[in-house]
């Protein structure tokens, strides 16, 4: 059986998602970026260097059938758990430079996800 795995990057705040078959396990991965100032000298016509820390948590779903009302509700509350975790990973590893967003759109890239991996487990895909 051809298993989906959905990978949702959320990247310069635009979220976006990707598909890819797999045979390994069905998961959503929640990424979140987090663009951090680097402390560094630079012309002031180049700008400041900055460094992108991305942190990504799987969302497995292999135990629930999308296609029954309450496991896609189940599917929607684990995206909402593991966006929580990724930012405040992100704002563990860094901790002067909160992103007040992050919460909401790491949610949105990944709720955007689930909505495509229950509607094929609907169409029977």
């Given at each position: ?86 930012c405040r990973e ?36």
């Amino acid at each position: 059986m051809v298993r989906k795995v959905l990978a949702v990057v959320l990247a310069l705040g635009v979220p976006a998602a990707l598909a890819q078959e797999t045979d390994e396990s069905r998961e959503i991965i929640v990424e979140a970026p987090r663009s951090v100032p680097l402390a560094v000298e630079r012309s002031p016509y180049t700008g400041a260097a900055s460094v992108i820390s991305t942190v990504r948590i799987p969302v497995f779903y292999h135990d629930l059938d999308l296609a029954r009302p309450g496991d896609d509700e189940r599917l929607m509350t684990r995206v909402a758990t593991v966006a929580r975790d990724v930012c405040r990973e992100l704002d563990r590893l860094h901790p002067l430079d909160p992103d007040t967003d992050c919460v909401k759109q790491a949610i949105a890239s990944g709720t955007a996800a689930a909505k495509v991996a229950i509607a094929q487990a609907r169409a029977g895909q």
